[in-house]
């Protein structure tokens, strides 16, 4: 008592851990959350040998510095969670799915199981395996494996995580937020945070804002919802959901009319002085080029380096690279001109000046709620910020040019956004719009501004195109590309000859062309309409599609169990691959129970997304600290194996016998270009060779040794302006983080947005969509960014369902993870729906009194709080706290089931629109990156009747415990109390 008195502090977090007799300290990474901190396990003699005692953070970690949070120290509740797996399981016989009735079976019999029917369809028709991961971060080895097998259906959750945000950003500044890049807080005075949710980047956010605020940045955040990371915001402007294309927008508008815009920039580093051909006809929308093959293949969206501008001194057009920004040259950012041969033109410039004339800021003040005269403050206050507070630091660089520019030029403007902008159907051109404001002020890559993580910036677009030949889909055979990539036109588009899907979630297809991560969510609907094609085999890992994953989640569990009219499943097999009892196991027919990340190697690497920071690239790896629990055995070990027993090219020498031990020695020893493999520390035989090297079979004891993280750090003259920065762009080559090192110019204006609209209308002489769908792909696919409603909109009666309804993952919980982690549980173990006050007592529901929550395809019951920190047009709750009785091995009862609710049953996966090829219905999606419309959902609410049952809507009947799993954690607590053991 009196110790939490004293001015003293309780420990000192950056003294070297004392081990003692009972203890010992190793180092892995966390994965509580995404964020993936360094953390120090400190584990015991237990009786069963060593066990956890408690986890702190790893001061000599770059990423987190010491610190630790919630989730992260409660680790070791996950560790002894009561729903973990310990043994595979197989469908009893005759048992339905859902009811979760199982019998254990050996790993011998699984694998053998499981290689039998996946060998029938690799050696029939491959793409009848459909292999779709959650969040995991092991990318770059499924990918490969789905590659290997021969199928192109394949993605992890980006597709229904925040693809609009990767997609959006990469295809106009090279690189986005989080793992590609951020905000730089160090440097910048004005900071604007938009669409985050409560703990996004969790603790790296949470140390940079520390240090902002002190230093007396000012932090804007934008946001439905004032909670997390806008609690601490100087000013939060509530704006309402889907409407921040929009706010963008109408900022564009006033920073361009009061020139409050860094011309220098937009002339030399951006596409913005290039010219667009404006007449009708096949060029039109696109940028004209000089025709001279000597100056290279026309542009293609992938190839921007013979574009030509308008030069203002010699009133004529000139080649964008290299003359056009040659000494001398001044290219117009404005006005209209024609060419030798009489083509008329204009700088796309000019193209977004005339496009965001009319997007007023009373315009945008009518579609998001903000006040006019404050958007107008608020871009005053973001030029102000960029122009007037600029600096330069006395870093010399040269550009890729070769003009060597003495200092670099700041500009201490920082936004932060993610999934409340991305998880919209306007969300792609929304970041579009956010990257352009950003690009106009010269933010990118600039000190105080956006920097990229290595291995961005990209090429505008990447240069990896997905797999699209449906012709070379053979027996064994693996695929001539990954299965996801970046489409850079509609050549590239994974399609048949008659334009259907190739993949089962329609990915890469006319209805979502730009889909860079797949459509995870409509995978279990389309492969139920067996629309494109029945599939076999479905394996899911890690994501819980029988409840918190998925739309209109009651009735994806009703297709998990739906059979044809022979009575075999529309989905004949389905395998579950997790560490615990999620609602989706009940529907497996093969359970595969893995491991926690505290009993496995893990890679964080450049084939994937590493931890880098902004100065230099970072990776990092996860080491078991404790042994497997029961016979608990990591997925990478289990697809190694399968690839070696299916006999993959990749897994197999030329005897036909394993290639690799395991995946420790696949981390060590695979390359897919040679010098180059999943880790970058300390590599060559010697372990003294680092980014690029032959292999160190020492490599794992080389990280263990270095607190499971390697990092390099770049000379200074390579920390900024790296797409344009010849010195970075020669050594990312080098090291094979890009494959040429030329500039990436910022794409303001989209001719690969472009190229698709003209297919759509018939323009192209190529390839065109099927009629159904011309009209979207022409409105959609505007090359310049632009704001519409959700289309959720136009097929909802918006005065009988005049709210919207978001969901944001809470500060303490990482999606479904933690529902069965004794410590978390206590912070909280239901959800409410917040409803301003003045919305809530206008319907008639009292704090904390019961209501249902309707759209216009479900209804739940459930507890409502008011809150004045949520917009009035606006109801929001966290997600997947709430859970089906009995799942996550959850007491009968447990307020998760009984008070808990998720919005999902709310939200269709589907929206009435006329789809291609007869369809009715649409995917409720982005059309073009396929990203689900989470939060375009409206609802209305009304008190609950007085005699109905104080419990949400709707119940799940509970499913027995599959045999293996742990039971209760009452024991857990108490001995972790301190008490004595039961
Ligand atoms: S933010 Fe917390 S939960 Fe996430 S990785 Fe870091 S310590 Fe773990």
Same mark, same amino acid.
């Given at each position: 008592?009196?110790?939490?008195?004293?001015?003293?502090?309780?420990?000192?977090?950056?003294?070297?851990?004392?081990?003692?007799?009972?203890?010992?300290?190793?180092?892995?990474?966390?994965?509580?959350?995404?964020?993936?901190?360094?953390?120090?396990?400190?584990?015991?003699?237990?009786?069963?040998?060593?066990?956890?005692?408690?986890?702190?953070?790893?001061?000599?970690?770059?990423?987190?510095?010491?610190?630790?949070?919630?989730?992260?120290?409660?680790?070791?509740?996950?560790?002894?969670?009561?729903?973990?797996?310990?043994?595979?399981?197989?469908?009893?016989?005759?048992?339905?799915?859902?009811?979760?009735?199982?019998?254990?079976?050996?790993?011998?019999?699984?694998?053998?199981?499981?290689?039998?029917?996946?060998?029938?369809?690799?050696?029939?028709?491959?793409?009848?395996?459909?292999?779709?991961?959650?969040?995991?971060?092991?990318?770059?080895?499924?990918?490969?494996?789905?590659?290997?097998?021969?199928?192109?259906?394949?993605?992890?959750?980006?597709?229904?995580?925040?693809?609009?945000?990767?997609?959006?950003?990469?295809?106009?500044?090279?690189?986005?937020?989080?793992?590609?890049?951020?905000?730089?807080?160090?440097?910048?005075?004005?900071?604007?945070?938009?669409?985050?949710?409560?703990?996004?980047?969790?603790?790296?956010?949470?140390?940079?804002?520390?240090?902002?605020?002190?230093?007396?940045?000012?932090?804007?955040?934008?946001?439905?919802?004032?909670?997390?990371?806008?609690?601490?915001?100087?000013?939060?402007?509530?704006?309402?959901?889907?409407?921040?294309?929009?706010?963008?927008?109408?900022?564009?508008?006033?920073?361009?009319?009061?020139?409050?815009?860094?011309?220098?920039?937009?002339?030399?580093?951006?596409?913005?002085?290039?010219?667009?051909?404006?007449?009708?006809?096949?060029?039109?929308?696109?940028?004209?080029?000089?025709?001279?093959?000597?100056?290279? /293949? %026309? #542009?293609?969206? =992938?190839?921007?380096?013979?574009?030509?501008?308008?030069?203002? +001194?010699?009133?004529? *057009?000139? $080649? !964008?690279?290299?003359?056009?920004?040659?000494?001398?040259?001044?290219?117009?950012?404005?006005?209209?001109?024609?060419?030798?041969?009489?083509?008329?033109?204009?700088?796309?410039?000019?193209?977004?000046?005339?496009?965001?004339?009319?997007?007023?800021?009373?315009?945008?003040?009518?579609?998001?709620?903000?006040?006019?005269?404050?958007?107008?403050?608020?871009?005053?206050?973001?030029?102000?910020?960029?122009?007037?507070?600029?600096?330069?630091?006395?870093?010399?660089?040269?550009?890729?040019?070769?003009?060597?520019?003495?200092?670099?030029?700041?500009?201490?403007?920082?936004?932060?956004?993610?999934?409340?902008?991305?998880?919209?159907?306007?969300?792609?051109?929304?970041?579009?719009?956010?990257?352009?404001?950003?690009?106009?002020?010269?933010?990118?890559? /600039? %000190? #105080?501004?956006? =920097?990229?993580?290595?291995?961005?910036?990209?090429?505008?677009? +990447?240069?990896?195109? *997905?797999? $699209? !030949?449906?012709?070379?889909?053979?027996?064994?055979?693996?695929?001539?590309?990954?299965?996801?990539?970046?489409?850079?036109?509609?050549?590239?588009?994974?399609?048949?000859?008659?334009?259907?899907?190739?993949?089962?979630?329609?990915?890469?297809?006319?209805?979502?062309?730009?889909?860079?991560?797949?459509?995870?969510?409509?995978?279990?609907?389309?492969?139920?309409?067996?629309?494109?094609?029945?599939?076999?085999?479905?394996?899911?890992?890690?994501?819980?599609?029988?409840?918190?994953?998925?739309?209109?989640?009651?009735?994806?569990?009703?297709?998990?169990?739906?059979?044809?009219?022979?009575?075999?499943?529309?989905?004949?097999?389905?395998?579950?691959?997790?560490?615990?009892?999620?609602?989706?196991?009940?529907?497996?027919?093969?359970?595969?129970?893995?491991?926690?990340?505290?009993? =496995?190697?893990?890679?964080?690497?450049?084939?994937?997304?590493?931890?880098?920071?902004?100065?230099?690239?970072?990776?990092?790896?996860?080491?078991?600290?404790?042994?497997?629990?029961?016979?608990?055995?990591?997925?990478?070990?289990?697809?190694?194996?399968?690839?070696?027993?299916?006999?993959?090219?990749?897994?197999?020498?030329?005897?036909?016998?394993?290639?690799?031990?395991?995946?420790?020695?696949?981390?060590?020893?695979?390359?897919?270009?040679?010098?180059?493999?999943?880790?970058?520390?300390?590599?060559?035989?010697?372990?003294?060779?680092?980014?690029?090297?032959?292999?160190?079979?020492?490599?794992?004891?080389?990280?263990?040794?270095?607190?499971?993280?390697?990092?390099?750090?770049?000379?200074?003259?390579?920390?900024?302006?790296?797409?344009?920065?010849?010195?970075?762009?020669?050594?990312?080559?080098?090291?094979?983080?890009?494959?040429?090192?030329?500039?990436?110019?910022?794409?303001?204006?989209?001719?690969?947005?472009?190229?698709?609209?003209?297919?759509?209308?018939?323009?192209?002489?190529?390839?065109?969509?099927?009629?159904?769908?011309?009209?979207?792909?022409?409105?959609?696919?505007?090359?310049?960014?632009?704001?519409?409603?959700?289309?959720?909109?136009?097929?909802?009666?918006?005065?009988?369902?005049?709210?919207?309804?978001?969901?944001?993952?809470?500060?303490?919980?990482?999606?479904?993870?933690?529902?069965?982690?004794?410590?978390?549980?206590?912070?909280?173990?239901?959800?409410?729906?917040?409803?301003?006050?003045?919305?809530?007592?206008?319907?008639?529901?009292?704090?904390?009194?019961?209501?249902?929550?309707?759209?216009?395809?479900?209804?739940?019951?459930?507890?409502?709080?008011?809150?004045?920190?949520?917009?009035?047009?606006?109801?929001?709750?966290?997600?997947?706290?709430?859970?089906?009785?009995?799942?996550?091995?959850?007491?009968?009862?447990?307020?998760?089931?009984?008070?808990?609710?998720?919005?999902?049953?709310?939200?269709?996966?589907?929206?009435?629109?006329?789809?291609?090829?007869?369809?009715?219905?649409?995917?409720?999606?982005?059309?073009?990156?396929?990203?689900?419309?989470?939060?375009?959902?409206?609802?209305?609410?009304?008190?609950?009747?007085?005699?109905?049952?104080?419990?949400?809507?709707?119940?799940?009947?509970?499913?027995?415990?599959?045999?293996?799993?742990?039971?209760?954690?009452?024991?857990?607590?108490?001995?972790?109390?301190?008490?004595?053991?039961?």
């Amino acid at each position: 008592m009196f110790k939490f008195l004293s001015p003293e502090p309780l420990h000192d977090p950056l003294a070297a851990p004392t081990p003692t007799d009972q203890t010992e300290v190793k180092c892995t990474t966390c994965y509580m959350c995404a964020c993936r901190c360094g953390i120090r396990v400190h584990l015991a003699e237990g009786k069963n040998g060593p066990e956890v005692r408690y986890i702190d953070g790893n001061p000599a970690h770059p990423l987190n510095q010491g610190v630790i949070c919630a989730k992260g120290a409660s680790g070791i509740m996950k560790q002894v969670s009561p729903a973990r797996l310990t043994q595979p399981l197989l469908r009893r016989p005759g048992s339905e799915r859902g009811a979760g009735e199982f019998d254990p079976i050996s790993w011998d019999q699984a694998m053998t199981l499981l290689t039998e029917r996946l060998a029938k369809i690799r050696a029939t028709d491959p793409k009848k395996f459909a292999m779709f991961t959650g969040r995991d971060q092991m990318q770059a080895l499924t990918g490969l494996f789905a590659r290997q097998f021969g199928t192109p259906n394949y993605a992890a959750h980006g597709g229904f995580c925040s693809v609009n945000m990767a997609a959006g950003m990469i295809y106009t500044v090279g690189g986005s937020f989080w793992e590609f890049g951020g905000p730089d807080l160090d440097r910048a005075k004005l900071f604007v945070m938009i669409g985050t949710a409560e703990d996004h980047h969790s603790n790296p956010m949470k140390i940079a804002l520390s240090k902002f605020k002190r230093s007396g940045g000012r932090f804007i955040s934008i946001n439905p919802v004032r909670t997390g990371y806008s609690a601490i915001a100087d000013e939060w402007i509530p704006i309402k959901p889907g409407t921040d294309g929009a706010l963008f927008m109408a900022l564009l508008h006033e920073l361009i009319a009061q020139d409050l815009i860094d011309h220098a920039f937009l002339k030399r580093f951006t596409n913005a002085p290039q010219l667009v051909v404006l007449d009708n006809g096949p060029r039109e929308g696109l940028f004209a080029f000089d025709p001279d093959p000597a100056r290279g /293949a %026309p #542009g293609d969206g =992938r190839n921007p380096h013979n574009k030509l501008v308008w030069d203002l +001194p010699s009133g004529s *057009a000139k $080649n !964008a690279y290299p003359e056009g920004i040659a000494e001398g040259c001044d290219p117009a950012l404005e006005g209209h001109y024609t060419l030798a041969d009489g083509t008329r033109v204009a700088p796309s410039f000019q193209l977004l000046r005339e496009r965001v004339a009319t997007c007023t800021p009373e315009w945008a003040a009518t579609i998001t709620g903000i006040d006019a005269k404050r958007i107008r403050a608020l871009a005053l206050e973001m030029g102000d910020a960029a122009l007037e507070q600029a600096f330069e630091l006395p870093i010399p660089w040269t550009d890729a040019w070769g003009k060597v520019h003495p200092s670099t030029q700041a500009r201490p403007l920082a936004f932060h956004a993610m999934r409340g902008l991305a998880a919209h159907s306007n969300g792609f051109q929304t970041v579009r719009a956010l990257a352009v404001l950003m690009s106009v002020l010269g933010t990118i890559d /600039a %000190p #105080g501004g956006f =920097r990229h993580k290595a291995p961005y910036p990209r090429h505008i677009v +990447p240069n990896y195109r *997905a797999f $699209n !030949a449906p012709e070379l889909i053979k027996p064994n055979t693996p695929l001539n590309a990954a299965p996801l990539g970046f489409p850079a036109h509609p050549d590239e588009l994974a399609i048949n000859p008659d334009g259907t899907p190739i993949r089962i979630d329609h990915a890469f297809s006319w209805e979502h062309p730009l889909s860079a991560h797949g459509l995870m969510h409509n995978v279990i609907t389309n492969a139920a309409k067996g629309d494109p094609y029945r599939i076999d085999t479905l394996l899911i890992f890690m994501a819980n599609m029988a409840w918190n994953s998925s739309m209109n989640t009651m009735a994806v569990r009703e297709m998990l169990n739906r059979k044809d009219e022979t009575g075999e499943h529309v989905i004949p097999f389905l395998v579950v691959c997790d560490a615990f009892q999620s609602e989706t196991v009940a529907f497996a027919d093969l359970v595969l129970p893995d491991t926690t990340y505290l009993e =496995r190697h893990d890679v964080m690497g450049m084939l994937d997304r590493p931890i880098s920071e902004f100065d230099g690239p970072v990776d990092s790896v996860r080491v078991p600290v404790v042994a497997p629990l029961g016979q608990c055995r990591p997925f990478q070990e289990v697809l190694i194996e399968l690839a070696a027993r299916l006999k993959f090219p990749a897994f197999t020498t030329a005897e036909g016998t394993p290639k690799f031990t395991g995946y420790p020695d696949f981390v060590v020893n695979f390359q897919p270009q040679p010098g180059i493999g999943f880790l970058m520390g300390w590599r060559g035989k010697n372990g003294d060779e680092h980014l690029r090297g032959e292999p160190n079979p020492k490599q794992w004891e080389a990280y263990v040794a270095n607190n499971c993280v390697f990092q390099h750090h770049m000379p200074e003259s390579m920390h900024y302006m790296r797409n344009w920065n010849q010195a970075y762009l020669d050594f990312a080559k080098e090291k094979g983080w890009r494959q040429k090192n030329d500039p990436v110019q910022l794409a303001l204006y989209s001719d690969t947005l472009q190229s698709f609209r003209l297919a759509a209308q018939g323009k192209s002489g190529g390839r065109e969509p099927p009629d159904e769908l011309r009209e979207r792909i022409a409105t959609y696919f505007d090359p310049l960014p632009f704001w519409y409603p959700p289309l959720e909109e136009a097929a909802t009666d918006l005065a009988a369902y005049p709210l919207n309804a978001i969901t944001q993952r809470p500060m303490a919980m990482y999606h479904s993870w933690d529902s069965q982690n004794a410590w978390l549980r206590q912070i909280h173990s239901h959800n409410y729906l917040h409803v301003n006050p003045l919305t809530a007592q206008a319907a008639g529901i009292a704090d904390g009194g019961w209501c249902w929550v309707e759209s216009q395809w479900g209804r739940v019951r459930c507890m409502l709080r008011y809150s004045e920190v949520v917009e009035p047009g606006t109801v929001w709750t966290w997600n997947a706290i709430g859970k089906a009785d009995g799942a996550w091995q959850l007491a009968p009862g447990a307020d998760e089931a009984r008070k808990g609710f998720l919005l999902n049953h709310l939200i269709s996966e589907e929206l009435p629109f006329k789809g291609p090829h007869g369809a009715t219905t649409i995917s409720n999606s982005d059309p073009i990156t396929g990203q689900a419309g989470w939060y375009d959902v409206r609802v209305r609410i009304r008190p609950a009747e007085p005699d109905e049952a104080a419990e949400s809507f709707p119940q799940i009947a509970a499913v027995p415990a599959p045999s293996g799993v742990l039971g209760r954690a009452a024991q857990v607590l108490t001995y972790f109390a301190g008490r004595k053991k039961s």
